[in-house]
């Protein structure tokens, strides 16, 4: 035998329907809120009331998700939004940075003419302590110091 069919009138349904959205519309305010651990205890009641009133019943499952979901999805959309003003303005600031990063580094001239400049009139500790100032120019400039010895050697 057939378990029996809980039949509600149209007022019921439609009050039903009612408290099923404020309720969902304040549970999705409180998990926009953190006030829930994961998002299934915010849902779960909602769906429970569902099927007690009788609306999984007489609108069908996929009616009552789409009721439940609804709010949620627009404080989706709010925390979409609400990132979305927060990272645009620094998106711009750090693109240029990260292109100009991305870049392999190439040792200015003036730098190599100052280099050249502390070599002629330093001595060993002075030529150290310049070269522990510009860290990523060193590698460089020793290739430099190195090629012109070997020419001025080689002369």
């Given at each position: 035998?057939?378990?029996?069919?809980?039949?509600?009138?149209?007022?019921?349904?439609?009050?039903?329907?009612?408290?099923?959205?404020?309720?969902?519309?304040?549970?999705?305010?409180?998990?926009?809120?953190?006030?829930?651990?994961?998002?299934?205890?915010?849902?779960?009641?909602?769906?429970?009331?569902?099927?007690?009133?009788?609306?999984?019943?007489?609108?069908?499952?996929?009616?009552?998700?789409?009721?439940?979901?609804?709010?949620?999805?627009?404080?989706?959309?709010i925390v979409a939004a609400e990132i979305e003003t927060?990272?645009?303005?620094?998106?711009?600031?750090?693109?240029?940075?990260?292109?100009?990063?991305?870049?392999?580094?190439?040792?200015?001239?003036?730098?190599?003419?100052?280099?050249?400049?502390?070599?002629?009139?330093?001595?060993?500790?002075?030529?150290?302590?310049?070269?522990?100032?510009?860290?990523?120019?060193?590698?460089?400039?020793?290739?430099?110091?190195?090629?012109?010895?070997?020419?001025?050697?080689?002369?």
């Amino acid at each position: 035998m057939n378990a029996p069919v809980n039949i509600l009138s149209e007022a019921a349904i439609a009050h039903s329907v009612e408290v099923l959205k404020i309720r969902a519309q304040v549970r999705a305010y409180l998990e926009y809120e953190h006030q829930f651990e994961h998002l299934a205890d915010a849902v779960d009641p909602l769906q429970e009331y569902a099927e007690r009133s009788g609306l999984v019943a007489a609108l069908g499952q996929d009616a009552v998700q789409d009721i439940i979901a609804t709010p949620f999805g627009r404080f989706r959309e709010i925390v979409a939004a609400e990132i979305e003003t927060v990272i645009a303005p620094f998106e711009a600031e750090l693109a240029e940075p990260l292109k100009s990063t991305r870049q392999a580094y190439c040792t200015p001239q003036a730098t190599v003419d100052a280099f050249f400049f502390v070599v002629r009139t330093k001595d060993a500790d002075g030529i150290g302590q310049w070269l522990a100032d510009h860290p990523f120019d060193a590698r460089y400039l020793h290739k430099l110091w190195k090629q012109k010895c070997s020419t001025v050697a080689a002369k």
